[in-house]
């Protein structure tokens, strides 16, 4: 590949002292080689800090420590403003990058066919705290291949409908995210609403391969969605889908979202967060009535 793009990796870390060098490593031996790393520590509390010091004494990319805790969204957006690649990478600290992840993907972007494309993405392969596999995003094939292809193009209705795509295995130019103006830091994380928010108005295509190694951790933020406490995380996904029924165009959006809000309703009533469940029922009556006029 010639004339290679520049793509910037920010790679995000809280307290991953255990993962987080295989995470920097992964991204400076990739096969690609037009890429810049930039690395947030949010205030770690376990010894990350030091560890991302010693290892930057050999490898001299940009680090930003926080003062205190911003959370996933300010954080991201913070290093987002130091970028000056054409393509982005938001790689947590605790998963790992393929050799030919960033390579592949940007292949992608170059031969698609999709018009107006703003995010590839490819298949997962989770794994657990030692690195043994848990399972495929997209079963394979003994090729390697996805048995069943997930949408692409206009993927709009589907990703308010349900989670499909890993936001791990995610290549986004950078034109969609100052699109959007970074992620909005008024949530506590960041996919689902970037998910809805760009593909109103960008395209999604899907590099067909297993790019990213996510770990499946037990006190991972995505774990936080099935506790109690996780109901800053609930409210969050209320403010995502107050905002994708002001996106919705028709009818069929609109029952996506209803499927969006039976799930969020159910998983809410399971962990007990009753006080937003009455929220997210109201939404899914007003939506209901737009699906019959």
């Not at 926080?66 to 996933?72: A, K, Q, S, V």
């Not at 393509?87 to 972007?109: G, Q």
């Not at 593909?199 to 099935?226: P, V």
């Not at 889908?241 to 809410?268: D, F, G, P, S, T």
């Amino acid at each position: 590949m010639t004339n290679q793009p520049l793509v910037s990796v920010i790679c995000l870390c809280y307290n991953h002292a255990n993962y987080v060098i295989e995470a920097l490593n992964s991204v400076i031996n990739q096969s690609y080689k037009n890429v810049e790393l930039i690395v947030v520590d949010d205030c770690s509390s376990d010894n990350s800090l030091q560890l991302i010091k010693d290892w930057n004494l050999s490898h001299n990319i940009l680090f930003i420590k926080n003062e205190t805790n911003l959370g996933p969204t300010k954080a991201f957006n913070i290093a987002l403003k130091q970028t000056k690649g054409e393509y982005i990478v938001d790689l947590a600290a605790d998963d790992l990058l393929t050799h030919k992840s960033i390579e592949e993907r940007v292949k992608t972007f170059e031969s698609s066919t999709h018009q107006n494309l703003g995010i590839v993405f490819s298949n997962v392969e989770s794994i657990d705290n030692n690195g043994n596999h848990i399972e495929y995003r997209y079963p394979i094939d003994k090729n390697g291949k996805a048995i069943n292809q997930p949408k692409t193009g206009d993927v709009y209705a589907e990703l308010l409908s349900t989670y499909y795509i890993s936001a791990s295995s995610m290549l986004i130019k950078k034109e969609v995210l100052d699109d959007l103006n970074g992620y909005d830091e008024s949530l506590s994380y960041e996919d689902l609403d970037f998910w809805i928010r760009s593909s109103r108005n960008f395209t999604y295509d899907f590099t067909d391969a297993i790019l990213i190694k996510k770990r499946i951790l037990k006190n991972s933020l995505g774990k936080q969605f099935y506790l109690k406490q996780g109901k800053h995380l609930a409210k969050s996904t209320y403010m995502v889908c107050k905002k994708a029924l002001k996106l919705n165009r028709n009818k069929v959006e609109h029952r996506a979202l209803i499927n969006r809000l039976n799930y969020e309703i159910r998983l809410n009533i399971k962990v007990g967060n009753y006080a937003i469940t009455l929220k997210f029922m109201r939404l899914y009556f007003t939506t209901l009535i737009k699906t019959w006029s």
